[in-house]
């Protein structure tokens, strides 16, 4: 069973930049997408971005100016980093699996995440 | 402001049915599939429902999606106390080219 740990430093420094790598056990890296999420302290979830093992990668429009996912097969790991961070990146971050695409030659585009890592805090504070 | 709308929260009685809606537009809901997700009190976000109506092997079908429109809805019968949780809706939005989730709703079992 494919299980996901995420790990990083639980402080970051306000202008500094937040890295967070996520391990993928039980299973391959490989034929898969992989997705990062956030949620605020009391708040919804918000969406990062995702990355396929191959290293194309998708990002939230509104985060996109300072975020890069990054893929290392070897390692069967990708990780995160979010750069120039506020007290507004301070929540916690998942990892997770993500099923997406369109089906046969269909236009309806599906994106699911099937599997999910407990999360970890992350606060930028000085 | 999320870009899809969900009550804030909703309650039902044990052993009875409640539904929690999702609104969305002709960018999102309207023309991609729905998934749902519980969020049990200090936990990650569990995959409900993908596809609109799909379960997951392990969910029970006690869990049920449906989408119409612009609009989804999740539906659970035979409430327990133990699904006291948080829910999500979650879809791609073609204009923003991003996922986007809905607030999130509060499910209160009394």
């Known amino acids: 069973q494919v299980q996901l740990q995420e790990s990083g430093p639980g402080l970051v420094k306000p202008s500094e930049t937040l890295s967070l790598t996520c391990t993928v056990s039980?299973?391959?890296?490989?034929?898969?997408?992989w997705s990062w999420i956030r949620q605020p302290p009391g708040k919804g979830l918000e969406w990062i971005g995702y990355?396929?093992?191959?290293?194309?990668?998708n990002y939230n429009p509104s985060l996109k100016s300072r975020v890069t996912i990054s893929v290392d097969t070897s390692k069967n790991q990708f990780s995160l980093k979010l750069s120039s961070v506020t007290a507004a990146d301070t929540a916690v971050y998942y990892c997770?699996?993500?099923?997406?695409?369109?089906?046969?030659?269909?236009?309806?585009?599906?994106?699911?995440?099937?599997?999910w890592g407990k999360g970890t805090t992350v606060t930028v504070s000085s | 402001q999320s870009v899809l709308t969900q009550p804030p929260s909703v309650s039902a009685a044990p052993g009875q049915k409640v539904t929690i809606s999702c609104s969305g537009s002709?960018?999102?809901?309207?023309?991609?599939?729905v998934s749902w997700y519980q969020q049990l009190p200090g936990t990650a976000p569990k995959l409900l429902i993908y596809?609109?109506?799909k379960r997951p092997s392990g969910i029970p079908d006690r869990f049920s999606g449906s989408k119409s429109g612009t609009s989804a809805t999740l539906g659970i019968t035979g409430l327990q106390t133990g699904d006291e949780a948080d829910y999500y809706c979650?879809?791609?939005?073609?204009?923003?080219?991003?996922?986007?989730f809905g607030g999130g709703t509060k499910l209160t079992v009394l």
């Open positions: 997770a699996r993500a099923r997406l695409g369109y089906y046969g030659s269909g236009s309806t585009y599906y994106y699911y995440m099937d599997v």
């Open positions: 039980g299973g391959s890296i490989s034929s898969y997408y």
């Open positions: 990355i396929y093992y191959s290293g194309s990668t």
């Open positions: 002709s960018s999102n809901i309207g023309n991609n599939y």
């Open positions: 596809d609109n109506n």
């Open positions: 979650g879809t791609w939005d073609s204009s923003l080219s991003a996922l986007v």
